[in-house]
Nanobody, 122 residues
Framework: QVQLVESGGGLVQAGDSLRLSCAASGRTFNTMGWFRQAPGKEREFVAAISWSGGNTYYADSVKGRFTISRDNAKNTVYLQMNSLKREDTAVYYC?????????????????WGQGTQVTVSS
């Protein structure tokens, strides 16, 4: 059974940092990504990473502040979030796909975690 389990969310102040983790089980994935969804808004792409970690892809809104990485030995992907802003407040979802293409399209990801809440206060 394939599972993606996120952790690391919480309540922080603007300017703080937070690291999210997503542990996968049941199989490995070529591409893993992070998405987020704020109340009343559609789910949006945050970042994606290739199997080797050599290729990454970020949404413009987080570029330079967030870093995606992975540890294949642990089958885990991370999202380091620095300089957090109020507009980063959302439920963050881990996603995975067997595709080799780094894509921002949610429909391309086959597996999803349950989400972890990140709240940034001013």
């Amino acid at each position: 059974q394939v599972q993606l389990v996120e952790s690391g969310g919480g309540l922080v102040q603007a300017g703080d940092s937070l690291r999210l983790s997503c542990a996968a089980s049941g199989r490995t994935f070529n591409t893993m990504g992070w998405f987020r969804q704020a109340p009343g808004k559609e789910r949006e792409f945050v970042a994606a990473i290739s199997w080797s970690g050599g290729n990454t892809y970020y949404a413009d809104s987080v570029k330079g502040r967030f870093t995606i990485s992975r540890d294949n030995a642990k089958n885990t992907v991370y999202l380091q979030m620095n300089s957090l802003k109020r507009e980063d407040t959302a439920v963050y979802y881990c996603a995975a796909t067997t595709s080799l293409i780094l894509t921002p399209a949610p429909s391309r990801y086959n597996y999803w975690g349950q989400g972890t809440q990140v709240t940034v206060s001013s």
